[in-house]
Structures are given as C-alpha cells and as structure tokens.
C-alpha cells in the first residue's frame, strides 16, 4: 500500500530539548511539506521540498529545520528555539501529475 | 498577501444540504482545494477547482468563480459521518496550499 507514515503519533518532550519528527513515503511524490495545526486553526506551512537536497522556508519556519536527503524521506526538527512548540504536525506530499496533497497521520508534539 | 475566510462552525441536521463559503485575496491563483478533516486525523482530499463553475462528485460539490474569489462546498444527503471540519486551500505558486481557518461542520440528527 502506498501512503504516507509518520511517527511516532505522540510525542512528549521537555522544553529546551530538540525533537525530531519522522515523515517517509513511497508515493514517489517530488515534493513534500511540514504543517503545523492549532486548536481551531487552518494548517500553517513550516517547510516544503520539491527535490532531493533542495528546500525552502513556509510562512512559520523560525525554531525548525528540515533535511531531504532521500525522495522519501523528510524529517522536521523542532528546535529549543521554537516558543510554542506543542502542536499537531501535519507532513504531506505531491506529485507532478496533480497538485493534490497527501497527508500522513500527524504527530501530536506536547512539550512541557 | 494570502486571506482565506470561512464561517467558523455550522450547523445543519441528517439528511438536509449544507453550503460551506470560502473567500479569498491571494497574489496567486493555480486552483481551490476542498478537504475534509476529523478530529485528531488528517485531512483527505474532496476536490480541486482549476476553472469556473460547478464540479459533482456524489454527494459533494464545489463550485468556483474565479472573478469574485469565492468557492463554495455543496454537501447534499448529510450524514452523521459529515460532522468534521472542511479546509478550503488555495494552490498559489511554487506548488503550496494556503489554508483557511477551517469550518466545522456539526450534524445532528
């Protein structure tokens, strides 16, 4: 089955500690993006990529960082540097043959 | 810049049609979005809007006017399992979605 995976679904962490959220797929999608989702929020674009080695900054990107060293692959750090950091973390990709984005189950990140 | 608006909640009752509203100001226009999300879960995909006019996929429909930056959501035959909130995103460029605020949809019956 092809689809999208993220892991784990929650995570807890104290603050001042960097945090890495896991986000693979084997749609052979191009692109890939990191959402960040609050209680009664729309979702806010941290990263995305739209090739291997290359990728830029979304609307939210301070306190996080991003690799896409693999198509399939494109972990998000959540750094000391983010204020608020607890949040659903949405990851998602494309394809060139539609614009359509799928999204992986989510991380819920509670830091305390 | 990028504005989406949405209502925030709605309500409607099993079996009845609902529309959901979106408006956008956007410096880009490649196309809509509709998804669907339930709590706690991710948003799965409901349609995509390119040109004017009215698309049908069984219960739901979505239109849009491109003129008037407006996008609506038809959902017809409600049913309990409706009851979630529905994203309408805009594709701009550099392939990216920007979401609005969502609409949460409460069905009773």
């Given at each position: ?6 892991s784990?679904k ?37 990263y995305?990529?739209q090739?291997?080695?290359?990728f ?9 960082s ?13 750094t000391?540097a983010?204020?608020?950091p ?20 989510g991380?819920?990140?509670?830091v305390? | ?6 209502p925030?909640?709605m ?9 959901i509203?979106?408006?956008y ?8 979005f ?12 409901l ?12 219960r ?16 017809k035959e ?32």
């Amino acid at each position: 089955d092809g689809g999208i995976t993220q892991s784990p679904k929650y995570l807890f962490r104290k603050e001042g500690q960097n945090v890495t959220l896991s986000c693979e797929q084997n749609l052979n999608h191009d692109a890939m993006y990191w959402y960040r989702q609050d209680p009664g929020q729309g979702l806010r674009l941290i990263y995305y990529s739209q090739i291997v080695n290359d990728f830029q900054k979304g609307d939210i990107a301070e306190g996080y960082s991003v690799s896409r060293e693999k198509k399939e692959s494109f972990p998000l750090t959540v750094t000391s540097a983010q204020k608020n950091p607890t949040a659903f973390y949405l990851c998602a990709s494309s394809g060139t043959a539609t614009y359509e984005q799928y999204f992986g189950p989510g991380t819920r990140l509670t830091v305390t | 810049g990028q504005n989406i608006d949405q209502p925030t909640e709605m309500t409607a009752t099993e079996g009845a049609i609902v529309q959901i509203n979106c408006t956008y100001q956007t410096s880009g226009f490649n196309g809509l979005f509709w998804y669907q999300q339930h709590a706690g879960e991710a948003p799965t995909f409901l349609s995509y809007n390119v040109l004017d006019g009215l698309e049908e996929k069984g219960r739901f429909s979505s239109f849009l006017s491109r003129s008037k930056g407006y996008s609506y959501l038809l959902l017809k035959e409600l049913q309990m399992k409706d009851s979630a909130s529905y994203l309408c995103a805009v594709f701009g460029g550099y392939s990216t979605l920007t979401f609005g605020k969502g609409t949460m949809l409460l069905v009773s019956p």
